[in-house]
């Protein structure tokens, strides 16, 4: 290349200055001149006439302007050669794959046909006879469906205005059309034919006929057998058959029979050809006794079918459902096949079915395979064929239920976790849920890394919606997301420059505060965003896990030494504040920090020592002898003299290790060991005759909460015969576990075995509250009156903590009041109060009120409120009332003549506002009639009661409101405020507008999130920053334009 130029350079500057040249003497060198195959190098010599001195930026430009006229001019010649080029390159890619691979693919003429549509015209007569070799060989490798493949290639050929097909072509595609099962008519065949003056041969009409017969295409069959008929062409024995597979397909089993009859007319004696057909027409007709008996009629004359034919049967009895109630027609074939060869292989035919959608026939092949069960421990075993039911996206159901099938047949004993990997692969997420699922219930550990792939497909999506509705369904699994998970996976996918709101979204996906709040403040850190750590860390009131957050804290020092050290510190203390202050005393969480950062990435050298430890001081950080001592041994000389000369200012001898040097227990506890690992441990422990007692518990109680009663029954059952008596503590431990799963069969069994066995053992009362909400629930609400009164009875007194059972006392009274039957919560109300195990509050007062609500009594419910004002000076569920009141109304309005409404209603109405009057004052009564007028969705009535109010109305009793309506994210009652006090220029809108941004920031719901900005554009409200900043982050998770500028 490099001579190349140099000669254009000489051209050019010769041609510039007019020089007369010499012609170029080409000199051979280096001895090739005789090897012709070889590469040749020549050189180039000019005359020695010296030439003028010229610039060197004159010589750049005209090589230049030489290069670009012969790039255009080569541009110009033949621009199809370019064309002409791709289309041998993509034929040539399709032979060096078939040469090397031995097989194509769907996928390879798939790619090919794509790459070959752009360049229709260039393809020659001679190209589509390639494709089509190719096409062919693909149809006869490949297993899965690709009709639509092979018709498009024959679109590629015929679709072009310089084609002139032969009859060589049609061959080829009626034969793939064949084997790929793809649907023509003889009538399109033939006229296409005719189009190109082509002369059908009898190979065509053959192969056409055979056509016609496999898709049960009786007139085509029969206009094809005519015209060869009038052409003189011989009727073969392979047309006869053809015409029987018609017959057969069409479930014509007198047809069948009658051409048999005209086959042996004319002489023809039948063949493997004709038995085949037979057998195959009879099978697909459903006529098995008939095709049973072809076969006997086969062994007779001797006269055998091939393994591929048999193969080709078994097929087509699947295809037309005629596989048997109990595959008894497959286990006949495959007998047949048995007898004629002594390795049989269904490998093609089986995935064949998978990709046909008769998985269920695949699966019991399967157990016919040699060696199939050899090796059933093996991950591979099988493989093949689940990835290909994903692939053939089989649906989860029928998935799932295929492969617990080869779990049971002790094929793969681990189909499900194959199917779920390969299912993580395709990134179909409905089918991975399906298949956890399945994992879970068939008691097989759930690995945190399942889920990963799924909450990288939401976050790489910009989906965080999805991404929480991810989170959700873990936890409905009963998978809690580690911290590893949730602060690699989870966490990053959503957008965290408010880390308040993304809590938020935490919290709606089912986390707590104590479990997000840790793994949320180390991403906030990686990312550097310290302002929001630091009033993250202020307003969460639970403590943080220092154990998870020091190696993080050590990784990002040195972006920021000072943020950093002031952040550990406030973390300290806040902990401290969360505990006992000996406990935080002993914990040397500044001498472990110091460790990590040693042994960070970063790490240490001896001039970061001195204002590293000042800082730390400054905080008030100190260290123990123990971090010291291990510091130093963890060093080199130079950090170890900087240590020493600084350590004075740090050192606190009243500390004690650091937290994460003590944890050398390598063996997991209890706790945290799976059903597996208890029963190995429990054995382990009974053959050293230790005490089995809390591993016994901590199994009992994993079986009882899956509900697994019959193993909970034979595991006590066990513990009696083995001497261990269980104690009644244990026993109530796994009663709640079943109220828990709300397993009322076996929670009553186990109490009534309670009262049997330990009559002096007195149960929690919140445990007998709990079994009594369960027993209400399954409609025994008498049962569980009695149960309570029991309890009250014959339980000895003791000091009961009302507050700690508040809530469980409001779910039974709860329960009480959906059936409707507002004595019967009466009763459980009274008995609760006079047996001392609550305190007539607004909690458990509003039950009372709600039974009457949910009856539809809307008089007795007013009547209600009245008498629990008279009686316990409160007024639960008031909005609730004048809600349901407001609806009413508005009902009697649209049903009725206004003139002529009932008055019940708005007397009621105007009852329930009085009785608020009187116990709050009319303020509030004001207050309440415009939060349930505008939670009843009624604006215009909410902008009369805003209006009547006028200087009376409480702004912070508004923002207050304001809030709950954010925290449960109903924003449509703030879209109705906002309506309603429209034109209001007492109102903080602003704040309402807030409001809504944290709740569609929750959502994620950009669009919403930007139609907020655009009402405030429209009302000429002029955003805050904050405001802004928070649309932004909302806009940019969801990949939306931002169409303002942020200062």
Not at 180 to 185: F, G, I, M, R
Not at 321 to 346: H, P, R, W
Not at 612 to 637: H, Q, V
Request: aromatic residues 6%; contains cysteine.
């Amino acid at each position: 290349m490099a001579s190349r130029l140099r000669v254009s350079l000489l051209q050019c500057v010769v041609r510039h200055y007019g020089i007369r040249r010499a012609p170029l003497q080409l000199a051979v060198v280096n001895g090739y001149q005789n090897n012709t195959t070889s590469r040749v190098f020549y050189r180039a010599t000019v005359p020695e006439t010296p030439l003028p001195s010229i610039d060197k930026r004159i010589g750049g430009r005209l090589l230049k302007q030489d290069l670009d006229r012969n790039n255009e001019a080569s541009s110009q010649i033949n621009p199809d050669k370019k064309e002409k080029k791709e289309v041998e390159e993509t034929l040539k890619i399709l032979k060096m794959k078939l040469e090397r691979l031995g097989r194509l693919n769907v996928s390879d003429i798939e790619r090919c046909v794509r790459s070959l549509k752009n360049h229709l015209e260039e393809l020659t007569d001679d190209d589509c006879l390639k494709l089509l070799q190719f096409t062919l060989r693909m149809a006869e490798d490949d297993y899965r469906p690709c009709a639509n493949v092979v018709s498009c290639v024959w679109m590629l050929c015929t679709n072009r205005s310089s084609a002139s097909l032969t009859v060589e072509h049609f061959e080829l595609y009626l034969r793939t059309s064949r084997l790929a099962e793809s649907t023509c008519t003889s009538e399109d065949i033939l006229s296409l034919l005719e189009k190109y003056h082509l002369e059908p041969s009898f190979e065509t009409l053959e192969l056409l006929i055979l056509m016609m017969g496999d898709l049960g295409d009786l007139a085509g069959a029969t206009s094809i057998l005519t015209l060869m008929k009038q052409k003189n062409l011989p009727i073969t024995e392979t047309i006869f058959s053809a015409l029987i597979m018609a017959h057969g397909v069409n479930k014509d089993c007198k047809g069948i029979e009658s051409v048999y009859d005209a086959m042996r007319s004319v002489q023809i004696t039948p063949t493997s050809i004709t038995y085949e057909a037979l057998v195959n027409a009879y099978g697909i007709a459903g006529q098995i006794l008939q095709m049973k008996q072809v076969v006997a009629q086969m062994k007779q004359a001797r006269v055998a079918l091939t393994h591929s034919q048999l193969a080709s049967l078994l097929l087509n009895l699947v295809k037309s459902s005629q596989a048997g109630v109990e595959f008894e027609n497959m286990d006949y074939i495959v007998e047949l096949m048995t007898e004629c060869s002594n390795k049989l292989d269904l490998s093609r035919v089986v995935l064949q079915m998978i990709h046909c959608g008769h998985v269920r026939e695949a699966v019991h092949l399967l157990p016919t395979f040699p060696l199939i069960r050899s090796n059933n421990h093996l991950y591979s075993n099988a493989l093949v064929y689940i990835r290909e039911m994903v692939y053939a996206h089989v649906e989860p159901c029928l998935l799932v239920e295929m492969c617990k099938e080869l779990q049971h047949k002790e094929i793969n004993l681990f189909a499900l976790q194959v199917a779920l990997e390969y299912t993580l692969r395709e990134k179909r997420e409905k089918l991975a849920w399906a298949l956890l699922k399945a994992v879970k219930e068939s008691g097989s550990p759930i690995r945190q890394h399942y889920f990963w792939p799924l909450f990288h497909m939401n976050a790489v999506a910009s989906e965080p919606s999805k991404l929480i509705e991810c989170v959700h369904e873990m936890l409905e699994m009963g998978e809690s997301p580690s911290l590893e998970t949730l602060k690699d996976h989870v966490i990053p996918g959503l957008t965290v420059n408010h880390p308040n709101l993304t809590m938020k979204m935490l919290n709606r996906a089912g986390l707590t505060v104590t479990v997000a709040a840790t793994p949320l403040l180390i991403v906030l850190i990686k990312n550097n965003m310290y302002k929001q750590a630091f009033e993250f860390v202020k307003e969460t009131k639970v403590p943080f896990s220092l154990r998870d957050l020091t190696a993080t804290l050590a990784r990002s020092w040195s972006t920021s030494p000072r943020a950093i050290i002031t952040l550990l510190a406030l973390l300290i203390n806040k902990n401290k504040e969360n505990s006992t202050k000996n406990e935080f005393a002993e914990e040397d969480w500044g001498g472990q920090f110091l460790l990590d950062l040693a042994t960070s990435r970063t790490g240490l050298n001896d001039e970061q020592i001195c204002p590293l430890f000042e800082e730390l001081r400054k905080n008030n950080i100190g260290i123990s002898e123990n971090s010291a001592d291990l510091l130093m041994t963890r060093s080199n000389r130079s950090i170890q003299q900087a240590i020493r000369n600084n350590i004075s200012i740090i050192l606190n001898p009243k500390m004690g290790q650091p937290p994460k040097e003590q944890e050398y227990n390598i063996l997991p506890h209890p706790k945290s060991m799976s059903t597996e690992e208890l029963d190995g441990h429990m054995v382990e422990l009974q053959a050293k005759s230790l005490n089995v007692r809390g591993t016994l518990r901590k199994l009992l109680l994993q079986q009882a909460t899956k509900n697994e009663t019959e193993n909970v029954l034979s595991l006590m059952e066990k513990a009696k015969e083995d001497g261990i008596k269980l104690s009644a503590g244990m026993m109530a431990s796994i009663l709640m576990a079943y109220v828990t799963n709300k397993n009322v069969e076996a929670a009553m069994n186990l109490y009534s075995t309670i009262q049997v066995e330990h009559p002096s053992f007195s149960l929690d009362s919140y445990k007998v509250i709990d079994l009594c909400t369960l027993l209400v629930e399954n409609g025994r609400s008498q049962e569980a009156v009695a149960m309570l009164r029991r309890y009250l009875e014959t339980e000895n007194k003791k000091t009961v903590f009302t507050r700690q059972i508040r809530r469980n006392c409001r779910n039974l009274l709860m329960a009480a009041a959906s059936t409707c039957n507002y004595e019967l919560t009466k009763e459980i109300f009274d008995t609760l109060v006079s047996g001392g195990l609550m305190e007539p509050d607004n909690l458990v007062l509003g039950t009372l009120v709600k039974c009457r609500l949910n009856s539809g009594d809307l008089p007795a419910a007013v009547k209600e409120a009245e008498i629990i004002y008279k009686s316990y000076k409160s007024l639960p569920m008031r909005i609730e009332i004048l809600i349901h009141l407001i609806h009413q109304s508005k009902c009697l309005n649209e049903t009725v003549n206004t003139s002529t409404v009932s008055s019940t209603a708005v007397d009621l109405l105007e009852q329930m506002l009085n009785i608020i009057a009187q116990f709050l004052g009319s303020k509030q009564a004001k207050h309440d009639l415009l939060f349930a007028c505008l939670e009843a969705k009624q604006p215009n009535d909410a902008r009369k009661v805003l209006q009547s109010l006028g200087e009376e109305l409480d702004r912070n009793l508004l923002n207050r409101q304001f809030d709950r309506y954010s925290k449960l994210e109903q924003d449509e009652v703030l879209l109705h405020f906002l309506t309603a006090s429209r034109g209001n220029n007492t109102i903080d809108r602003h704040r309402v507008f807030s409001s809504l941004l944290n709740i569609y920031y929750v959502q994620s719901a950009g669009a919403k999130g930007m139609s907020l900005w655009t009402m405030m554009q429209e009302e000429d409200l002029s955003p805050s920053q904050t405001f802004l900043t928070t649309l932004a982050s909302l806009l940019a998770s969801n990949n939306m334009k931002i169409p303002f500028q942020i200062q």
